[in-house]
């Protein structure tokens, strides 16, 4: 009994729901162990506080946010919808016979896909986009070819957490995600993330996937076989002068997941989310990051009691 109460006190104190349970493991650590992971509830109050909803759909809308983010896009694309003209389209298959096709308020990566026009008619191609409810179309990215050994089959990207916080931009995650053997990199689609240093963009932990968790890591890329441990991200000063900037575009959204193709003449955005996955925050660490939370989290919030003494004042 008194090892079930624990487990529902520490819950509550955490923050944790059932998805939790199989991502984080909670229940094979000590109380001290489970009280350093943030769960569901603690990252949705960090969203709610810190972006507003009205300004939120600048990143839920994809075509919105690449016209808002244009000067770090470096990449053409284009919207599909009713009012898309053929003749526009078929310029566009003229100079993209392969590009990437993906809905416009889809999260994880779901059904993102690589479509090749080839000698079919464009305008069959379009209305086949329209019935697969695609949104969008862009050019494919030409990774670094480092980037390339990793994963040939997935543009593989860098995720990095900011917070604007009191008019200064703080970085408070960085992840290299990495493809299994699709077309996309994220954690929840089956791929791979490992925790790099935020300093250097060096990796300085193994990779880990979502079926593992916490129970198994790869120093190695499973199927290609290039390290990871230790792979250094190129340009890396330039990735961080880029997300620091676009950062501070929508001050009302303060708090953003960034992902960053790395191209070979430098860094490139791919998206932005406001609601960015607590997963691949906490889990290629192989510990939780509850306090770097909460050590911004307002006094009177309902998670500030566990809010780090030494840490500076609230909102």
């Known amino acids: 009994m008194g090892g079930l109460l624990d487990m529902v006190c520490t819950a509550y104190l955490l923050g944790m729901e059932h998805t939790d349970d199989c991502d984080y493991r909670p229940f094979e650590l000590t109380r001290d ?23 939120s759909e600048i990143f839920r809308d994809k075509c919105r946010f690449l016209e808002v983010f244009s000067r770090h896009i470096r990449r053409e694309w284009l919207p599909i919808s009713d009012e898309t003209e053929p003749a526009q389209f078929s310029n566009w298959c003229q100079r993209h016979p392969s ?10 990566g779901a059904v993102v896909m690589r479509y090749h026009v080839g000698e079919a008619d464009p305008g069959q191609a379009l209305q086949d986009l329209r019935d697969r409810v695609m949104g969008l179309v862009e050019e494919e990215t030409r990774q670094h070819f480092a980037f390339q050994a990793l994963n040939p089959s997935s543009v593989n990207t860098v995720r990095i957490v900011t917070l604007l916080w009191e008019e200064r931009v703080h970085l408070l995650s960085a992840v290299l995600r990495m493809g299994r053997d699709g077309i996309v990199d994220n954690l929840a689609a ?45 340009d890396w000063d330039d990735v961080k002068r880029m997300i620091e900037e676009a950062a501070q575009a929508v001050p009302q959204v303060r708090t953003v997941g960034w992902d960053v193709a790395i191209a070979g003449d430098g860094p490139m955005l791919v998206e932005g989310n406001h609601n960015w996955c ?37 909102l």
């Open 99 to 108: 590009f990437i096709a993906k809905p416009l308020d889809r999260l994880h």
């Open 190 to 234: 089956g791929g791979y993330a490992a925790p790099l240093d935020i300093m250097t963009g060096v990796v300085n932990g193994p990779a880990v996937d979502k079926k593992g968790g916490r129970k198994r890591s790869y120093d190695r890329h499973p199927l290609s076989q290039t390290m990871i441990m230790g792979f250094k991200i190129s």
């Open 278 to 314: 607590r997963k691949p925050f906490q889990l290629p660490c192989g510990r939780g990051a509850a306090q770097e939370l909460l050590a911004y989290m307002p006094q009177g919030s309902a998670y500030s009691r566990r809010r780090p003494l030494e840490q500076g004042k609230g």
């Open 33 to 55: 162990e489970r009280r350093l992971w943030a769960g569901r509830r603690i990252w949705a109050e960090v969203i709610t506080l810190f972006n507003e909803p009205n300004h």
